[in-house]
């Protein structure tokens, strides 16, 4: 395989080992602090009461939202994909909304409808609905992509719809399944604003109250190893089973459609139940804010006069951050995508782990980090824009590279190839074939970026400079003082960005690359 | 095994007529063999007998039990028939022996019972058992299918192009093993394909499938010698035809008298022969028509060599031995053997 390549050019080496240096500089500097602590200190922080509660807590947690996660996304999956629901073009779409209405802000809404979903159960309901997608999506594709004649098969050798669900479709659903579940798992891990909001702790709360209370870096720091740990093994049972389970599929040829089940009798339960669930997901957050958005003058807690010019300031510097956050992480991801999409060998291999490891890393943690960093060493850049950017473009850079990756390897070198046969120099390869094939990739990469950058809470919360307002602070300033019509504006800005931005990026450039 | 009647089957997409009047039937343990160009029907019909589409009209018995018709359809699970897809369509996520044992009731699975006898009957060796789907070849997972099928006992077997994914030398010996094992299981099946050769070697009757009507159903050697309509003689095998006048029991062309493979009305006809009756010489013969050859395809085996007749201007092919290949642009004398079929012109 790497016989017929040369070695990657130097000065893309080195590009690609500084990203992934500055991808894992976060860990570093966590890992540093945390050692300062000494091997006893740290033994009898770790041995206490609080920290088993976080356990508890966050492992209790993480359990049942994957577990609901797993059954409610499969459900939906098998149901849209496999099953006559009446109206499927309608309820296909509604059943991703979810997954860009951020889950702060369907936490602010629940919770301002009652203080009673401060709870474990509250928690468990906002990040259940937030995450199902991620079961939801993969698990709906790889039903897309099964083999018809397989189930058609089974219908031949005897077996009802029921025993083919158990025997046939479930066992091929797996590697999707649980590779779902895992990711549900790895961003229930990482949630900071949806439980900060419900007053629910977990690690990443924790981490946060230690910080804001004073104590010195090195004791969020030696919690943020605990979760970080934690997110590791997340991630590395994800790449197993995403390694290990893929059934290829055998048959190569054109196929049919797969056929769908009649819904019979279950016509009475399923279609009320996707109502209802489209109701909890998307109507009661959006409801709420809505009712939330007419009462902006009537309760105490007004928007003063002033609130339209800092609505749109908020919305400027959210925008903004989104669009220079975008533009910073594709710049970043590009030498890596390039190394892993051209290139094979330990170098490329070592290169792209480093980077992939910095997934670990949650945005509390990174955000704690590089203020360490920068209050200690770079000075100059405390509390500046440039280390927020920094931030976002370590925290986002997974997601670009994935899609940058995949757009890189769909100009493959042998066209490139082709071009220069035809006499095209270097420059007119890259404006008439490499460009023309990845646009759609990149693209789809500086949405996604600019879709998490501008409504990321947790980094921007601690990194922003002083007096940089975004919409996703503002909803947590106002939030935290109970004026729940104050933030309403703001999450409902919020909300709108985010799902035209998504609505946008799936018009724009597909829902497979959504997907992937 | 059973007998399958078919009779006055119709099916339409979307209002357009996918099969017309479809009657035919299949006796216990006969192979017929469905052949037809894409589009043409043979696969919907295939999926009607399988149960996986439902009939506008007509009915599809078996053993004199009704399986559908307008109003009603068994599910596919309740029929007892059998199916091999066009590539095999294991399940990837169990073994060669799991795959075989998937239709057998829990305990019989539990046993592996019959997996020895179904890889022995298949033709494949006993230690295929425990190797996953992806460890074999095309051919091999067409066999495992097939014993698959076989395995619950069904009462007939359809094979849906079971051989097209195959490449030429794989597809003759699977060919081969699957024939042999439908003959030891005294199957009744209906194989599906677009492979002329393939249809006439392995049907006991071979059927035709012309947009949605089943043009001609009869053994194999008659459909080749006497196909029905012009358009059958040139789907099922290479024609040569030439203008002609019927007359007295023999067909008069160009080429000369030959005898009628099938009786015909008096006057002008249109004659088709197989280009394989044509036999060419580069000696003069007295009877013979002169033709010149006009260019030679070089199969290795045969070639097909095409000629220009002096006498009537026309162009006709002849498929000869590889060893005795003409010189291009050289004479030769044309003689035809066999009888020819006639049709009436249009």
């Known amino acids: ?516 | 095994m059973s007998e399958l009647n078919i009779s006055g089957l119709d099916k339409n997409f979307a209002a357009i007529p996918v099969l017309r009047g479809i009657n035919f039937s299949v006796a216990a343990g006969e192979l017929v063999a469905i052949l037809g160009a894409s589009g043409s029907g043979k696969t919907t019909l295939l999926r009607l007998i399988a149960g996986f589409l439902r009939p506008d009209s007509g009915t599809i018995r078996l053993d004199g039990h009704l399986l559908a018709d307008g109003r009603q359809s068994l599910p596919p699970e309740r029929r007892g028939i059998g199916y091999v897809a066009q590539e095999g369509a294991l399940f990837p996520h169990l073994s060669v022996a799991e795959n075989i044992v998937f239709g057998l009731p829990r305990a019989q699975r539990r046993a592996k019972a019959r997996v020895a006898e179904l890889l022995e009957l298949v033709g494949l060796p006993e230690h295929y058992a425990n190797r996953a789907p992806q460890q074999l070849s095309g051919g091999e997972q067409q066999r495992v299918a097939l014993a698959r099928a076989l395995a619950p006992h069904p009462r007939m077997l359809l094979l849906d192009e079971p051989f097209s994914a195959l490449d030429a030398g794989l597809r003759a010996e699977t060919r081969a093993a699957v024939a042999s094992a439908l003959c030891a299981a005294n199957a009744t099946a209906i194989l599906v394909t677009h492979d002329q050769p393939e249809a006439l070697a392995m049907g006991s009757r071979v059927g035709v499938m012309q947009r949605g009507v089943l043009a001609q159903l009869s053994v194999p050697m008659e459909l080749y010698r006497r196909p029905a309509t012009p358009e059958l003689a040139a789907f099922v095998g290479e024609a040569v035809f030439l203008p002609g006048q019927a007359l007295g029991g023999s067909a008069h062309t160009a080429l000369g008298v030959f005898p009628l493979a099938a009786p015909a009305a008096l006057g002008a006809v249109r004659v088709m022969l197989r280009p394989e009756q044509i036999r060419l010489s580069t000696a003069p013969m007295p009877e013979a028509a002169r033709a010149d050859v006009a260019d030679i395809t070089y199969y290795g085996p045969d070639a097909m060599v095409a000629l220009r007749l002096e006498a009537a201007e026309a162009a006709v092919s002849a498929r000869i031995c590889g060893h005795a290949v003409p010189e291009r642009g050289g004479k030769v004398w044309v003689t035809v053997e066999g009888p020819v079929m006639t049709y009436p012109m249009d």
């Open chain 1, 1 to 516: 395989m790497t016989a017929h390549e040369d070695a990657p050019r130097p000065a893309l080496l080195l590009a690609a080992g500084a990203v992934s240096l500055l991808v894992l500089l976060p860990l570093a500097v966590t890992a540093f602090n945390a050692a300062s602590i000494g091997w006893g200190r740290a033994v009898m922080l770790l041995w206490r009461p609080l920290v088993g509660e976080l356990l508890v807590n966050t492992l209790l947690l993480i359990a049942c939202v994957t577990g609901l996660c797993a059954v409610i996304g499969t459900a939906a999956a098998w149901l849209m994909e496999r099953m006559d629901v009446p109206g499927r073009r309608v309820w296909a779409p509604l059943m991703v909304v979810p997954l860009s209405i951020p889950s702060f802000i369907s936490s602010y809404a629940w919770l301002s409808m009652s203080s009673a979903f401060a709870t474990f159960g509250g928690a468990l309901l906002v990040v259940t609905i937030a995450y199902y997608p991620l079961v939801y999506l993969p698990v709906a594709a790889a039903l897309r992509e099964m083999d018809p004649a397989l189930e058609e098969t089974a219908r031949t050798l005897g077996l009802s719809p029921c025993a083919i669900f158990w025997r046939v479709v479930l066992p091929q659903l797996r590697p999707a399944l649980l590779g779902g579940m895992l990711l549900v798992a790895a961003n229930t891990l990482v949630e900071f604003g949806a439980f900060a909001l419900l007053r629910f702790r977990t690690f990443t709360t924790a981490i946060y109250a230690l910080y804001r209370t004073g104590f010195s870096g090195a004791e969020p720091a030696l919690l943020a190893m605990v979760l970080v740990l934690l997110c590791i093994a997340c991630l590395a049972a994800e790449q197993l089973v995403r390694g290990t389970a893929r059934y290829g599929r055998l048959a190569r040829g054109a196929r049919r459609s797969a056929a769908r089940y009649p819904l019979g009798r279950w016509r009475h339960v399923a279609l009320p139940g996707l109502v209802l669930f489209a109701l909890i997901s998307t109507g009661v957050p959006l409801g709420v804010i809505g009712f939330w958005l007419t009462r902006a003058n009537s309760a105490a807690n007004t928007v003063a006069g002033g609130a339209w010019t800092d609505l749109l300031l908020s919305l400027w510097s959210s925008v903004g951050l989104g669009l220079e956050g975008a533009v910073l992480t594709l710049l970043l991801a590009l030498p890596l995508a390039l190394l892993a999409a051209r290139h094979h060998g330990w170098a490329v291999a070592l290169v792209e782990r480093c980077a992939y490891l910095g997934q670990s890393v949650p945005g509390i943690v990174v955000a704690l980090a590089l203020i360490s960093l920068t209050v200690h060493h770079l000075h100059p850049l405390y509390q500046s824009r440039l280390s927020l950017l920094f931030a976002y473009a370590i925290l986002f850079l997974p997601v670009a590279l994935v899609s940058v990756r995949a757009a890189l390897s769909q100009a493959q070198q042998r066209l490139e190839e082709a071009g220069r046969t035809l006499g095209l120099n270097g420059f007119a390869v890259l404006w008439r074939i490499t460009l023309p094939l990845t646009a759609a990739g990149l693209g789809a990469a500086a949405a996604m970026v600019f879709i998490g950058v501008s409504t990321e809470l947790t980094a921007t919360l601690l990194l922003a400079p002083i007096g940089t307002h975004t919409l996703a602070t503002q909803i947590w300033a106002d939030t935290s003082t109970i004026a729940f019509a104050a933030a309403a504006p703001y999450a409902a800005a919020t909300a709108l960005l985010s799902m035209s931005a998504s609505w946008l990026l799936a018009q724009r450039f597909g829902a497979s690359r959504v997907e992937a």
